[in-house]
């Protein structure tokens, strides 16, 4: 399996810290709105990334932060005449909820940077007490000049960076590109701490909780692409010189979902929200993942209704091949391997294990749906189309694709039964009232 660290800028063979097992954060929301589209592509493909690992058997230990501490929320609070928490308690709930439409798991570590907020203090201390951060005024700083390679995840030099640094100088920083830990404020909820009231920075968060809950380097961290400068620069830069190393072994980024020339962004009120979309989520998951990770996504609803109508066309023959299963009673009988479903398979496994290339992995998808209506047409074994039907399952499973599809009840067998009976017998009138109850419980 190879991913492309974007901390090296180039392709590498995974090779996990601990032998089976995959230790992942991803940056989670600020949870001040409800998230677009653009938001939730991260979601989809970092869930589908766990997805992968936990079917080539890997123990996954996975972490997304909520950031409910900022000043976003605090704008929204005051706005709404509400307390930061209510704001953040909506949003998470909400978040979650579309967590859920979009076919992603929410059975995974959630820390807020709220429940998190002395080990914060304490990692910001720490980085004082060493040298690498100073005080002025209540507010806490991070030296970059501690860090001799700052700008290399975003391949940014130090002398442009002052460049732009020095546009709006604070005088309270030793350099232009030193970055706030802790940020002294009477505004909105505050903590406690040796340098005063106030709440953290964006940059220490993310680093300080990982250190907490998984103590050591990690294997991957992940977010988009927009986080690279400075979030993920910033966590880099503290990570390298409390504890020697770069945070993560391999960092990953999502490319942005885009409107038009423009990137989603509810600042600017170009969104789609999740929670608006009515569509199948599973249309709407093979969409996203049509285009590879790294890649921009240009958003139209016409695109998007490609990849709806080509799940329709997967669903359909799912559905005609378990339903003839079923009725045969060999839903769990030994599948019997097809060549050419093995091939398809080893095209699925080839396209994932290449930095995880959903866009190849739903062309193998694409195949199978051909192939397995070859094999409904010419009247293969039950076995051989049961590996078929296993085949979508496992591919199902990678990719998040859901269905609803049951083993028929004895009563709705014997309703098919007296269908297929009527309609034999012509009696058109029995068969129309059976094919209503049919197509009543989704069967046909």
Not at 73 to 83: D, P, S, V, Y
Not at 301 to 310: G, R, S
């Amino acid at each position: 399996m190879k991913i492309f660290n974007s901390y090296t800028n180039k392709l590498e063979e995974f090779v996990p810290i601990h032998k089976g097992n995959v230790n992942m954060y991803v940056c989670g929301p600020t949870v001040y709105n409800y998230i677009h589209i653009g938001n939730a592509r991260p979601v989809i493909f970092f869930d589908t990334v766990r997805n992968y690992f936990e079917f080539r058997n890997y123990k996954v230990k996975f972490v997304s932060n909520f950031t409910d501490v900022d000043d976003k929320i605090i704008a929204k609070a005051i706005e709404l005449k509400q307390t930061e928490k209510e704001i953040t308690d909506k949003f998470i709930s909400a978040f979650l909820s579309d967590v859920e439409k979009v076919n992603s798991s929410t059975d995974y570590i959630k820390p807020r940077v709220t429940d998190y907020m002395d080990h914060i203090i304490e990692y910001i201390e720490i980085l004082v007490d060493k040298g690498f951060a100073y005080v002025v005024d209540g507010d806490v700083y991070f030296r970059v000049a501690n860090v001799k390679d700052y700008g290399i995840l975003s391949n940014r030099k130090i002398d442009d960076l002052l460049v732009g640094a020095r546009i709006e100088i604070n005088i309270k920083k030793e350099n232009p590109l030193d970055f706030t830990l802790w940020k002294k404020t009477d505004l909105g909820i505050q903590f406690d701490s040796p340098f005063g009231k106030g709440r953290p920075g964006w940059h220490t968060e993310c680093v300080a909780m990982i250190d907490d809950v998984f103590g050591e380097q990690i294997d991957i961290h992940g977010g988009g692409s927009g986080l690279m400068f400075p979030h993920h620069e910033n966590e880099i830069a503290q990570s390298k010189v409390l504890n020697n190393h770069s945070l993560a072994k391999y960092w990953m980024h999502n490319g942005f979902i885009n409107i038009g020339e423009s990137k989603m962004s509810k600042s600017e009120g170009e969104v789609v929200f999740v929670k608006d979309l009515d569509v199948n989520p599973n249309g709407f998951r093979l969409y996203t993942l049509s285009t590879h990770y790294r890649s921009p996504i240009n958003y139209t609803d016409e695109a998007l209704d490609v990849y709806v109508k080509e799940w329709e066309k997967i669903l359909r023959t799912y559905s005609a091949i378990f339903l003839k299963l079923d009725l045969n009673d060999k839903l769990y009988a030994n599948a019997k391997i097809e060549p050419d479903l093995l091939v398809i398979f080893k095209e699925f496994l080839t396209a994932m294990d290449n930095d995880f290339n959903t866009a190849n992995a739903i062309t193998a998808l694409q195949n199978l749906n051909k192939k397995a209506n070859q094999l409904l047409r010419s009247k293969v074994e039950d076995e051989v189309l049961l590996s078929a039907l296993k085949l979508f399952d496992d591919f199902f499973i990678v990719l998040g694709l859901k269905t609803d599809k049951k083993p028929l009840s004895m009563e709705d067998k014997e309703t098919y039964n007296l269908w297929n009976k009527a309609r034999a017998d012509k009696d058109f009138d029995s068969a129309d009232k059976y094919r209503l109850l049919l197509q009543e419980k989704g069967i046909i």
